[in-house]
Antibody, heavy 115, light 111 residues
Framework: EVQLVESGGGLIQPGGSLRLSCAAS????????MSWVRQAPGKGLEWVSG???????FYADSVKGRFTISRDNSKNTLYLQMNSLRAEDTAVYFC?????????WGQGTLVTVSS | QAVVTQEPSLTVSPGGTVTLTCGSS?????????PYWFQQKPGQAPRTLIY???IKHSWTPARFSGSLLGDKAALTLSGAQPEDEAEYYC???????????FGGGTKLTVL
């Protein structure tokens, strides 16, 4: 059974860092195009970052230079390293298996950036 | 960055038909944007209903269909059910190596 479980969210002060994890089961993250999508409280969805099977990555302009997407094939886990966090980064962060059909989403982890 | 537009809210009667649309600030939406449609209910993760304009997942109810309508992508719900009340988001792709852009969402009320 395919499953994605995010973790690592929490309350962090502005300027701080946090690393989100997305543990996958039922498939290999290295063989799939994976992404992070976020949703600020009461707002819509925003595609944050993605990593292709070959390792190429991309980022939304809003997080470029501050966030880094990566994966650990041995742990079958996707990560999002978030640095220099801002209040506007407060959101639920979802990981998703994209490929052609965006078929599976995790349940999300909440990141709150506040002093 | 492109802006993707959706109706903020729509209402449909039970058993009725409604069409949600998805436009792009860059011009006509085409199959090359690989339009996606997602359903999200409160407190839940999004669920993908349609990808590549009109392809359904195995879990997508038959009453949902995707298409291109004029210069927009469209999601049509025929025979609305109370459980279809949700927020619906479209997503358009603007090229490899770039994040797709979500629309602002349509809050669909079945009433």
């Amino acid at each position: 059974e395919v499953q994605l479980v995010e973790s690592g969210g929490g309350l962090i002060q502005p300027g701080g860092s946090l690393r989100l994890s997305c543990a996958a089961s039922g498939f290999s993250v290295s063989n799939n195009y994976m992404s992070w999508v976020r949703q600020a409280p009461g707002k819509g969805l925003e595609w944050v970052s993605g990593i292709y099977t070959g390792g190429n990555t991309f980022y939304a302009d809003s997080v470029k230079g501050r966030f880094t997407i990566s994966r650990d094939n041995s742990k079958n886990t996707l990560y999002l390293q978030m640095n220099s966090l801002r209040a506007e980064d407060t959101a639920v962060y979802f990981c998703a298996r994209v490929n052609d059909d965006f078929d599976f989403w995790g349940q999300g982890t909440l990141v709150t950036v506040s002093s | 960055q492109a802006v993707v537009t959706q109706e903020p809210s729509l209402t449909v009667s039970p058993g009725g038909t409604v069409t949600l649309t998805c436009g792009s600030s860059t011009g006509a939406v085409t199959s090359g944007h690989y339009p996606y449609w997602f359903q999200q209910k409160p407190g839940q993760a999004p669920r993908t209903l349609i990808y590549d304009t009109s392809i359904k997942h195995s879990w997508t109810p038959a009453r949902f269909s995707g298409s291109l309508l004029g210069d927009k992508a469209a999601l049509t719900l025929s025979g609305a059910q109370p459980e279809d009340e949700a927020e619906y988001y479209c997503l358009l792709s603007y090229g490899i190596g770039r994040p797709g852009v979500f629309g602002g969402g349509t809050k669909l009320t079945v009433l």
